[in-house]
């Protein structure tokens, strides 16, 4: 009977119980997942169709215009490193729903009558952005431990699915709202607000579990010396070259097809089904990295698609325009998913993929940034776009050498 007894407290059957139960239910966390998710693109990919507008309104620079894009860039690979300090002091479902009003609040101070206000708008979301790109695989791999990377692939999807309805409904919301580019761009904090209110549940549930000894206050350790790490450092590598030549398309590739005689609005429509064929990248490489013991194979395949990608815009950039904007859409929504993949498969705790989460964002986004600057400046330098172009298949040897190392089945 004394043992009885001392067992009985382990038991919990105060009132808290069915509620923190109906917190927990996995919908709830896959909707705010799913929500969080659509938010951490869509402010991005909304803009671009609208720096045209913003350069005139302010009488900008083309240099200016180019940085309310690469800005954002900048600032998540700033934004990044401070996050696992985060998650640890105040826990990662309070620092998420932080990040999505921060977010918001950004996109509102973006549209504000003023240069310095939609500069230092940019400069929040990349940090909004940051902590988000940090907290969500540590999230994954505690929630999901035995499918993370299944559901890696399906938030992965989600960032990209929120990218490509972002950009192609900007000009339309801006027609339907009648407020100009302002009315367009700050519409999409009502989606920040609408992830908040859907993530609210697992701040809740968190801070119930927070009085329960059958909760582990710490959710794994975090790695000892994880910049030392050759792993973290091809991990890190891969994401970045790999972002890097993402970006770089993003800024100029309808540009290289129009250069070399593609009528604009065809560049466009060429460049949108690039962005969608990513979708599929994105949710179907993580499934099949999630499956492997090693990754090894598919890192070297998203980089030699990345390659054969590139490859075609060098030597038919016109006549084989479609065929290469569905590879580099498989190759960049892959390397996106395989990139995020990594950082669940490669640690053994959820503190641990966020301290790695923080250390191969934070290198990737800074490299990243670099990719548009530097090719606008290589094809004014030479006048042309095929400096460009040879010296990013130079750059896809590097993420599959990094992606070769990353793809060991080893963990940090």
């Known amino acids: 009977m004394a043992v009885t007894r001392a067992q009985q407290p382990v038991v919990t059957t105060s009132a808290p119980l069915p509620v923190r139960a109906r917190l927990a239910h996995p919908l709830l966390l896959l909707t705010g997942i799913v929500l969080v998710a659509l938010n951490m693109r869509a402010c991005l990919a909304a803009i671009s169709p609208m720096v045209g507008e913003i350069q005139r309104t302010f009488g900008l620079s083309t240099t200016a215009s180019g940085l309310i894009t690469t800005v954002p860039v900048l600032f998540q690979g700033v934004g990044a490193p401070l996050t696992p300090r985060l998650t640890r002091r105040f826990g990662a479902e309070r620092v998420v729903l932080g990040a999505v009003l921060v977010l918001g609040a950004g996109v509102l101070l973006r549209v504000l009558p003023s240069v310095f206000a939609l500069y230092a708008g940019c400069v929040v979301i990349g940090v909004a952005i940051a902590v988000l790109n940090v907290s969500m695989p540590g999230l994954v791999k505690r929630e999901f431990p035995d499918r993370a990377a299944t559901m890696t692939g399906v938030y992965s999807t989600t960032m990209l699915v929120g990218a490509t309805l972002a950009a192609g409904t900007s000009v339309p919301l801006e027609h339907a709202l009648g407020g100009g580019w302002r009315a367009s761009l700050g519409a999409w904090s009502l989606l920040a607000l609408v992830a908040a209110?859907?993530?609210?549940?697992?701040?809740?549930?968190?801070?119930?579990?927070?009085?329960?000894?059958?909760?582990?206050?710490?959710?794994?350790?975090?790695?000892?010396?994880?910049?030392?790490?050759?792993?973290?450092?091809?991990?890190?590598?891969?994401?970045?070259?790999?972002?890097?030549?993402?970006?770089?398309?993003?800024?100029?590739?309808?540009?290289?097809?129009?250069?070399h005689g593609m009528d604009r609005g065809q560049a466009g429509l060429v460049f949108a089904f690039s962005n969608l064929v990513q979708v599929a990248g994105a949710f179907l490489v993580p499934l099949m990295a999630g499956r492997m013991t090693s990754q090894r194979a598919l890192a070297v395949t998203m980089a030699a698609l990345n390659g054969f990608g590139i490859a075609l815009l060098l030597v038919a950039p016109v006549s084989a325009a479609w065929v290469s904007a569905t590879i580099l859409g498989v190759a960049q929504g892959g390397s996106l998913g395989l990139g995020l993949a990594f950082i669940v498969l490669r640690t053994r705790s959820a503190a641990g993929a966020a301290q790695l989460g923080g250390m191969s964002q934070a290198v990737g986004y800074l490299v990243a940034a670099a990719g548009p600057v530097g090719a606008g400046a290589l094809h004014q330098l030479t006048g042309g776009w095929e400096a460009t172009l040879v010296l990013m298949l130079v750059l896809v040897v590097v993420v599959g050498a990094a992606g070769w190392g990353a793809g060991r089945n080893r963990t940090l």
């Open 197 to 259: 209110v859907a993530w609210l549940p697992q701040v809740l549930r968190s801070r119930q579990e927070r009085g329960s000894a059958a909760v582990a206050a710490v959710p794994g350790t975090p790695i000892a010396g994880v910049w030392k790490s050759p792993l973290a450092w091809q991990i890190s590598l891969f994401m970045g070259v790999s972002s890097l030549l993402v970006y770089t398309l993003v800024a100029w590739m309808p540009t290289i097809l129009a250069d």
